[in-house]
């Protein structure tokens, strides 16, 4: 089993940055990628930036690209989004969860998930 943490959401001003960490215990050997969702209020939740466990590949939605960049801290076990340029429209609890398959981006591809942190933009 794979346990996975998330932490750093909070409230910030549009136009402002947060950085999430989502730190990763237990049987890691068997992610293949890691990758962050979110999901606003009365909305599906949807893909935001995966990642491959060594840090080489990512990928991201097109909503996020150019303000968000996922990475991954190979000595922690930890992955991490940065969040800049923030707009209201980025209000969403956030997940982070882990597959077993290659530049996985669908839900049903990921078999584990953190609670999630609460990310807040205000305008």
């Known amino acids: 089993q794979v346990q996975l943490v998330e932490s750093g959401g909070g409230l910030v001003q549009a136009g402002g940055s947060l950085r999430l960490s989502c730190a990763a215990s237990g049987r890691t050997f068997s992610i293949y990628t890691m990758g962050w969702f979110r999901q606003a209020p009365g909305k599906e939740r949807e893909f935001v930036a995966g990642?491959?466990?060594?840090?080489?590949?990512?990928n991201y939605a097109d909503s996020v690209k150019g303000r968000f960049t996922i990475s991954k801290d190979n000595s922690k076990d930890t992955v991490y989004l940065q969040m800049n340029s923030l707009k209201p429209e980025d209000t969403a609890v956030y997940y982070c969860?882990?597959?077993?398959?290659?530049?996985?981006?669908?839900?049903?591809?990921?078999?584990?998930w953190g609670p999630g942190t609460q990310v807040t933009v205000s305008s």
């Open positions: 969860a882990c597959s077993p398959f290659p530049r996985a981006r669908q839900q049903s591809d990921f078999s584990t």
């Open positions: 990642i491959s466990w060594s840090g080489g590949s990512t």
